[in-house]
């Protein structure tokens, strides 16, 4: 009996808590929507014909989007400039082609919306023109029954979509969030990393802009890649995410020959005046092996990260089990991209702030090694 009043009185919680927070979102945005409203009517009395002579602006704040609408009908933008004002858009609206592409050259816009049959300027050479202008400009041809198969073609010139009038207040707004989303997606495709699986020295040749993983290795966590060898040693470096992120390194501790080591431990340093990261063993062994060249030139882990780079070589002690943590093939290449995403972020808006090595090797190198120095 017990337990089913406290499973009766979770539930009513449960139910209590939705609808409070249905309430408040419902709240918001009805406080939100008035507010759109008072702007809408107070912004279409303010004169902008300093910059276009038909030009009416609405702007609202934080806007999902902003939004040039062309076309002839006054009624048409009447009914652009309250629906998708309402629905948080800003919108400016012109009544003729050749001022839109002059609004287009002075302002940011990310959507062009036009009608396909204008006198001046027909919808076809406006989107042609915004596209030459403004490339990342996603252009909306407005048409009518009669014009779907013209609609359809202006696709060719680079128009994303096109919307058939008469349309609804809920089919615009609709319509609209649709195409956010879908730029939205475009945009954050575009700007995502480009990862490549290589051979060890392409790595040498590849493009700044791009990132590398190697063929055939497995990439640790700490981002230590390891090469399996014929003799069932394992090869170690570091990945093409520390060299890009870290950029030079001035002096490298190499790891002493015949020492055990665990998964996890400090295997080596890398230094700079920059700052000093560690380098977490991306498996348990002993050292066999070092590459002494890097003491005189450490300069090859940044220039041949895959092949004269390499750090060490390790006689594994449990291999079969510590393997399947490690990363190979697709999964790397995934995970490259959001651990490349983090490090823009990490290094400002733009991606081009100073990066410090010790918040680096706590967030993405683990953290972990440094403590075992």
């Known amino acids: 009996m017990t337990a089913v009043l406290i499973l009766f009185m979770f539930a009513a919680f449960v139910g209590i808590d939705y609808l409070i927070r249905t309430n408040l979102r419902r709240m918001q945005e009805k406080r939100a929507r008035q507010a759109r409203e008072a702007v809408l009517n107070t912004a279409i009395r303010l004169d902008f014909t300093h910059e276009a002579k038909s030009l009416k602006r609405v702007e609202v704040p934080n806007p999902k989007a902003r939004i040039l609408a062309v076309d002839d009908e006054g009624v048409v933008l009447d009914s652009f400039r309250r629906i998708l004002v309402l629905e948080g858009f800003s919108v400016d609206t012109v009544e003729h082609g050749p001022e839109a592409l002059g609004l287009v050259q002075r302002n940011d816009y990310d959507f062009v919306f036009t009608d396909l049959k204008m006198p001046d300027m027909d919808g076809v050479e406006v989107v042609k023109a915004v596209k030459h202008l403004r490339p990342d400009v996603d252009v909306v041809v407005i048409t009518g029954y009669g014009s779907i198969e013209t609609a359809v073609q202006t696709l060719q010139h680079g128009a994303c979509e096109y919307v058939q009038k008469p349309f609804t207040a809920d089919e615009l707004g609709e319509f609209a969030r649709k195409l956010v989303i879908k730029r939205e997606a475009r945009i954050q495709a575009a700007s995502q990393p480009n990862v490549r699986v290589v051979s060890p020295e392409m790595a040498e040749v590849m493009p700044a802009s791009e990132f590398c993983v190697p063929g055939g290795a497995f990439i640790s966590p700490g981002h230590a890649w390891v090469r399996i060898e014929p003799e069932g040693q394992v090869r170690i470096g570091i990945d093409d995410f520390i060299r890009k992120a870290l950029g030079s390194v001035k002096e490298i501790s190499l790891p002493e020959r015949g020492k055990t080591v665990k998964q996890g431990e400090t295997l080596f340093t890398l230094k700079s005046a920059a700052g000093t990261v560690h380098v977490a063993a991306p498996v348990s062994g002993r050292v066999e092996h070092d590459n002494a060249g890097l003491k005189s030139d450490p300069g090859e882990l940044i220039h ?38 983090r490090l823009r972020a990490n290094k400002g808006p733009e991606g081009t702030g100073t990066l410090d090595w010790a918040a680096f090797e706590q967030q993405f190198l683990g953290g972990h090694a440094s403590a075992q120095a």
């Open 304 to 341: 041949s990260p895959y092949d004269r780079g390499w750090v060490c070589l390790l006689t594994p002690t449990d291999l079969a089990t510590e393997l399947p943590g490690l990363k190979i093939g697709k999964p790397v290449i995934e995970w490259y991209q959001e651990e490349i995403t």
